[in-house]
């Protein structure tokens, strides 16, 4: 049986913070991004998406087998399941068969990388 991970009111705040934190850095700023006190026990974090209304709420997991417990990790984590969001209408719109949707969602992705990977690698 797999035992729980259990965080400190600290450590759930700095994930919720670094969710917020690539919430504005990959320009998600148009969705409501919310938190949920379940906590899935066979994953580290989980988000629900609700594309309609762009909405979507992320759980921190219960289950981080060996991971430790720390901000690089809860960081990591954090930006993991925001990439999740940032991708949602990349997914949709090509899932739709739409070629102008798709070409449009996916011009979206490109200014938002191109943003973030330009400042890393011009320094």
Do not use: C
């Amino acid at each position: 049986m797999a035992t729980k991970t259990k965080f400190t009111q600290e450590q759930e705040d700095y994930f919720f913070k670094m969710i917020d934190h690539y919430q504005e850095k990959l320009n998600l700023l148009d969705w409501h991004v919310g938190r949920t006190k379940k906590r899935p026990s066979t994953v580290m974090a989980e988000v629900e998406i609700h594309w309609e209304d762009k909405i979507a709420r992320v759980s921190l997991g219960s289950d981080w087998g060996r991971t430790e417990v720390n901000e690089k990790n809860m960081e990591a984590i954090a930006f993991h399941e925001m990439l999740h969001v940032f991708l949602k209408p990349l997914i949709e719109a090509a899932a739709t068969n739409n070629a102008t949707a798709t070409a449009a969602a996916e011009h979206s992705i490109i200014s938002v990388l191109e943003k973030l990977i330009h400042k890393r690698i011009s320094k």
